[in-house]
């Protein structure tokens, strides 16, 4: 009887070559999946589909994770801020995790007996499938041919060619990845420590020059509207975003990090809802929360942003913070209005009901309602007790 092999399977190259070879040269009875965390369309997934069969697959399939996607990363890198090395909002890096639980899932599903992906030796893709995959089945074993072989894509292009499978693998300037949580661009000047990308190597161009004003409801934290027009479906609001967005070139730049595996990594983005959204619920949340809650937040959300880049999402700490993040939210509810112009925003200002600047105990900077002139000359002279016990003592020993 033939061992049964689920394939995470995305059309390209690698798993092109892993879905031939797995069935052709290692006799397995061979299943794939591609899990859809929001960045293909319908006539890309069945490009995909058509592809898996014209490789040979017993089965394909294709796993729509988009809304899971979002309710248990999205909304908690919302509630966290959650932006690495203050720039880059995770995109690939967190839906990894997610299309990872789902293959795996699948695989039980379907009894297989091992699980293949294509990812190679030189990123953080393998780290994260090999570790999701081992954690929740550790009974089914991991294959991984273009690791293991440390195959060349000649190498590969050949074989496939000879086993008669046609398709055009001509290998593109730049390596395009797209998610709901927004697109990484690899390849040519992010290779390059003195280079960035050139306009035309981002998949949206700019086509809006004139200024425009953009509002962003949230309730508890999540966006609930759009230029005023409500939906509960939080993908069709980051969604209507990003089009509105991208047309101006928004949410563009370079992330520079430390991989898992320990070496630095450069990878052109454009991400224009997720900038735009994490932007403007901070900017909400510095008008309703405290200064300590804002601090640790601000540490939390960091430790969480982390540890969904490197792979540690089932930690069970995760779980923990986002009880903290999401107990957080309960009064960052408002407006956020924004104006849009090509490549910038400016954040105009916030309307909330939860306003903490709305009060009677004063305005900053120009009057005081709720204590007197003698209340601060006494609250500064007590503040300053610890420093002049210090410059006294210092002058002592001088």
């Known amino acids: 009887m033939q061992q049964k092999v689920l394939l995470a399977f995305s059309g390209g190259l690698d798993t092109s070559f892993c879905a031939m070879y797995l069935a052709k040269e290692k006799g397995y009875e061979v299943h794939t999946a591609v899990a859809n965390t929001g960045g293909f369309t319908p006539s890309d997934l069945k490009i995909i589909e058509d592809?898996?069969?014209?490789?040979?697959?017993?089965?394909?399939?294709?796993?729509?994770?988009?809304?899971?996607?979002?309710?248990?990363?999205?909304?908690?890198?919302?509630?966290?801020?959650?932006?690495?090395?203050?720039?880059?909002?995770?995109?690939?890096?967190?839906?990894?995790?997610?299309?990872?639980?789902?293959?795996?899932?699948?695989?039980?599903?379907?009894?297989?007996?091992?699980?293949?992906?294509?990812?190679?030796?030189?990123?953080?893709?393998?780290?994260?499938?090999?570790?999701?995959?081992?954690?929740?089945?550790?009974?089914?074993?991991?294959?991984?041919?273009?690791?293991?072989?440390?195959?060349?894509?000649?190498?590969?292009?050949?074989?496939?060619?000879?086993?008669?499978?046609?398709?055009?693998?001509?290998?593109?300037?730049?390596?395009i990845n797209k998610g709901l949580w927004g697109t990484s661009i690899g390849g040519k000047e992010t290779l390059k420590s003195e280079q960035t990308l050139p306009e035309e190597a981002y998949p949206s161009q700019i086509t809006k020059t004139a200024d425009e004003t953009l509002t962003i409801d949230f309730e508890n934290g999540e966006i609930t509207a759009v230029?005023?027009?409500?939906?509960?479906?939080?993908?069709?609001?980051?969604?209507?975003?990003?089009?509105?967005?991208?047309?101006?070139?928004?949410?563009?730049?370079?992330?520079?990090?430390d991989t898992i595996i320990g070496i630095k990594g450069r990878v052109g983005f454009e991400a224009a809802a997720p900038l735009l959204i994490i932007n403007a619920h901070k900017m909400l949340e510095k008008h309703t929360l405290t200064k300590w809650q804002q601090y640790w937040k601000e540490q939390l959300g960091t430790w969480y942003g982390m540890f969904l880049h490197e792979a540690q999402y089932l930690e069970p700490v995760m779980r923990d913070i986002e009880k903290f993040l999401e107990s957080s939210q309960q009064n960052v509810s408002g407006k956020v209005i924004i104006q849009l112009r090509p490549h910038s925003y400016t954040l105009v200002g916030v309307e909330s009901s939860f306003d903490l600047m709305k009060t009677d105990f004063g305005e900053y900077g120009e009057v005081n309602r709720a204590w007197t002139a003698d209340d601060v000359k006494g609250f500064t002279k007590i503040l300053g007790n610890p420093l002049k016990i210090y410059y006294n003592v210092q002058q002592r020993n001088k």
């Open 51 to 175: 592809k898996a069969y014209r490789l040979g697959v017993k089965s394909h399939i294709a796993l729509d994770i988009t809304q899971e996607y979002y309710e248990k990363s999205i909304r908690y890198m919302v509630f966290g801020n959650v932006l690495r090395n203050g720039t880059y909002p995770i995109s690939v890096s967190s839906e990894r995790i997610f299309q990872a639980i789902a293959i795996i899932n699948y695989a039980k599903q379907i009894g297989a007996d091992y699980v293949a992906h294509g990812s190679t030796g030189a990123g953080n893709d393998q780290v994260r499938f090999d570790l999701t995959f081992d954690l929740l089945a550790p009974d089914i074993k991991i294959l991984t041919p273009t690791r293991d072989m440390v195959l060349t894509r000649e190498y590969e292009i050949e074989y496939l060619k000879q086993n008669g499978y046609k398709a055009d693998f001509t290998k593109m300037e730049y390596s």
């Open 227 to 257: 230029n005023g027009e409500k939906n509960d479906n939080k993908v069709f609001l980051i969604n209507k975003i990003e089009s509105i967005a991208s047309s101006f070139g928004i949410g563009r730049d370079m992330h520079i990090g």
